[in-house]
């Protein structure tokens, strides 16, 4: 794998932004449920690796969770779900996504998210899934990989 | 009076002194120690050996014996001897009939009490029809909207021989009702029925985090449900201390119990406050903890729990009951410490967890399934869940002698090192104003995040060990593919059919009459909610309706946002 960090630079400036400031992320929860020691140990992780984070706190739905992700001009919604749910909720997001048209947004989940929901969740627009037992690192650099190999819109 | 003779601590201290500069030096000198510290999880420093020395000081009142003060050596005179530990698995999901058919599998598998898991919305107080409630209707437990659905879920259930915990919080007083009406429409008598309710709330803000309303209507409604359980259902346990949520978002055992007897010690100032006295409701008040990997931490952490309540419910609140003193505590196995990866291995780290639950003294305990890091149990997970506690109780001789580990110079000493470090937690949250400006403030919630981030850190840094996940990996360590429960998803459709026939066919008027009488009632502090709640549910007034009504009088809890 090639270094994310330089790609990043390579990428944002054919794209033509300001390659300087750093990546934004949207820390959310979706639904009702109420997990989110995952979710802040997630926010202080990417803030230590140079990203500015936004934790949406509990209890949001994916309309508000949109909203929030336009409205704080994030690169990444980074969503926690240990409830189950994940199917029907994601599949929400990726229609507000689109409704917004704000699908440039890119979606990263994890939680508990067994693997034979990974085609239905890529389906709905997940672009990425970080699986429960992974270490900074892993959460860290599939941000990255994905605003690298893309660019920044 | 102390354990041991001043001139025998003098000697075995000598001994000692001769031992380190012997043969112990010589040791370390050929082979050095693993690690240059040794300590427990939650970070309390241990020494390669212990001895009498180390317990010296330890009076032998504060041992005590099993079922009198101070508990330390267990909560029952006979303990296991006389009645084994309750093999409650908790179980929901889908529709009532849905988890009544797993109970009813439970049961002929050999558990001993029930426990029921709700779904999210009833959980929240919202109706299955929702729109909040998209996607969550019946998923990680049951949906119930209406007394009726509670007597579904207990359907061919005797409801006076077999203990019923309810695993319900924010809306806990309202399934309390509906569980009494259901009761009383089967014409039990009130008074045998047993069980337990979780309706902690102080905990939901800082860990569980499911709420409704702000923290002080919350704690309101737990005193008023406390108070109306003690009069009319007096064996039922109206609420469950829970320091297991603290644990699992990320506290060590010390902040665990150190938290929860906090709390414990701001619901009986309100419920003294309201005028009952303290050993009118105590006896009832009932414990949760968690059973952890740091195997000897936790058997000292159930040892230390015991101690430090009957010193609080003694010495503050001055009880004169003993069973108001003692701590009977349900146990559920760490579901953080289970992984994806090599998955059948957590039937070994859930046997060794309630391997120490037992020897803690556990009054009742859930053993997680093998796959609950991939979803809720399936039916074998479960049945392999509940054969661990039965190899534990029937095969391996532990259940013989009471407290089999007390006495030991680690055990004992470990114990009161964790009982110190509590009162120190406990003097500080007094110091800052009590438990619930301290909620209110966030306090807790910080010092939560705070510690689960140092945990994650740890295993980052490989110095917290995960078999199969940063230590003994090789090619074939994976997750593999497991059959997972199944998702009904005509749940959802069901249960809006129910609650629009149940509106339908019910008298609107006299419910729209009872929700103002409740709000009302609401607005002044001293009415307890519980009887118009239960005439509410009778007269079929659904969950969601009724959390609303005081959602309109209190209010939503706005979180800080604690990062």
Known sequence: ?153 | MTLFSAQAIDDIREKQVEWEENELAAALQSRPEEKPVYETECGIALKRIYTAADIAGIPASDLGFPGAYPFTRGAYPTMYRGRPWTIRQVAGFGNPEATNQRYKYMIQTGQTGLSTDFDLPTLLGLDSDDPMAFGEVGRVGVAIDTVDDIDRLFDGIDLEKISVSLTINPSAWVIYAMFVAAAEKRGYDLHKLTGTLQADPLKEYVAQKEWIYPVRPAVRLLRDLIMHSAKTTPKLNPISLSGYHLSDVGGNALQEIAFIMAFTIAYCEEVIDAGMDIDDFAPRLSFFFISHQDFFEQICKFRAARRVYAKIMSEQFHARKPESMRLRVHVQTAAMSLTKVEHHNNLMRTAIQALGAVLGGCQSMHTNGLDEAFAIPTEEAMKLAIRTQQIIRDEINVTSVIDPLGGSYFVERLTRDMENEIWKVLDEVKERGGAIKLVEEGWFQQKLADSAYATFKKIDSGEKISVGVNRHVDDTSGSAEVHIHPYDDQCTQLQIERLNAVRANRDNGRVQQLLGELAEQARSDDINLLPKTIELVKARATLGEICSALRDVWGSYAEPMIV
């Open chain 1, 1 to 153: 794998m090639t270094d994310s960090s330089n790609n990043s630079q390579g990428d944002g400036a054919r794209a033509g932004i300001d390659v300087s400031s750093p990546i934004r992320v949207l820390v959310a929860k979706l639904g009702l449920d109420g997990h989110d020691r995952g979710a802040k140990v997630v926010a202080r992780i990417l803030r230590d690796a140079g990203m500015e984070v936004v934790y949406t706190g509990l209890y949001k739905s994916p309309n508000d969770v949109v909203s929030a992700a336009i409205q704080e001009d994030v690169d990444v919604i980074g969503v926690s779900l240990l409830s189950g749910s994940h199917l029907p909720l994601f599949q929400e997001l990726g229609r507000c996504l689109r409704e917004k048209k704000a699908e440039h947004i890119f979606v990263v989940a994890g939680g508990v998210i067994p693997e034979h929901d990974y085609a239905a969740l890529s389906d709905s627009g997940v672009d990425a899934i970080v699986p429960q037992e992974a270490r900074s690192d892993l959460i860290v650099t599939t941000i990255r990989k994905l605003i690298a190999e893309r660019g920044r819109i």
